[in-house]
T-cell receptor, first 113, second 114 residues
Framework: GQNIDQPTEMTATEGAIVQINCTYQ??????LFWYQQHAGEAPTFLSY??LDGLEEKGRFSSFLSRSKGYSYLLLKELQMKDSASYLC??????????????WGLGTSLAVNP | EAQVTQNPRYLITVTGKKLTVTCSQN?????MSWYRQDPGLGLRQIYY???????DKGDVPEGYKVSRKEKRNFPLILESPSPNQTSLYFC?????????????FGPGTRLTVT
């Protein structure tokens, strides 16, 4: 089956760095996404990785290792507004060769002053 | 402003009373999708559409219908709602179902079926 694992909860301090891990066991890998979701709001796109390596975008970076089925999202210079849920999603090719997104359950990050 | 809109935002209804949740995007996106989000279960895809008149089932399509008669609209229909369809629903769109195109999500519809 297809499976994505993320830690359920994490806490960090304002100004610090936090790494949120995502491991996946899927077939037909076609890219990995990270989304941010504040409580009661819609998810918003953070990053996309399809090749191995690090993608940097401001305070946020995302890393992918396809051979290990592993990704992480790195948040630097944490701010209170970064308190949110972070969703890892893997796109695969399904049996009909259509693309499909598999979503993790999300990691709830609390940033403390 | 580029956006995905959903209506209604909140709805309380009774079992068996047909309802439609509308979704519209103004970005000329080909790909549209409906999700439900439940505590402990995360985001689950209900239906998606690769383009006009092209729809397919997601992971949890039972009890739902969709149509894509025009590019901008993708309504979700519950013919006979039941309490287990009480959930937070999101519509999303992206330029394509392929590539690194981000999905833009609507604000969500909180549905309660009593």
């Amino acid at each position: 089956g297809q499976n994505i694992d993320q830690p359920t909860e994490m806490t960090a301090t304002e100004g610090a760095i936090v790494q949120i891990n995502c491991t996946y066991q899927t077939s037909g890998f076609n890219g990995l996404f990270w989304y941010q979701q504040h409580a009661g709001e819609a998810p918003t796109f953070l990053s996309y990785n399809v090749l191995d390596g690090l993608e940097e975008k401001g305070r946020f970076s995302s890393f992918l290792s396809r051979s290990k089925g592993y990704s992480y999202l790195l948040l630097k210079e944490l701010q209170m507004k970064d308190s949110a849920s972070y969703l890892c999603a893997v796109r695969i090719f399904n049996a009909g060769n259509n693309r499909k997104l598999i979503w993790g359950l999300g990691t709830s990050l609390a940033v403390n002053p | 402003e580029a956006q995905v809109t959903q209506n209604p935002r909140y709805l309380i209804t009774v079992t068996g009373k047909k309802l439609t949740v509308t979704c519209s995007q103004n970005m000329n996106h080909e790909y549209m999708s409906w999700y439900r989000q439940d505590p402990g279960l995360g985001l689950r895809q209900i239906y998606y559409s690769m383009n006009v008149e092209v729809t397919d089932k997601g992971d949890v399509p039972e009890g739902y219908k969709v149509s894509r008669k025009e590019k901008r609209n993708f309504p979700l229909i519950l013919e006979s709602p039941s309490p287990n369809q009480t959930s937070l629903y999101f519509c999303a769109s992206s330029l394509s179902g392929a590539g690194g195109y981000e999905q833009y999500f609507g604000p969500g519809t909180r549905l309660t079926v009593t």
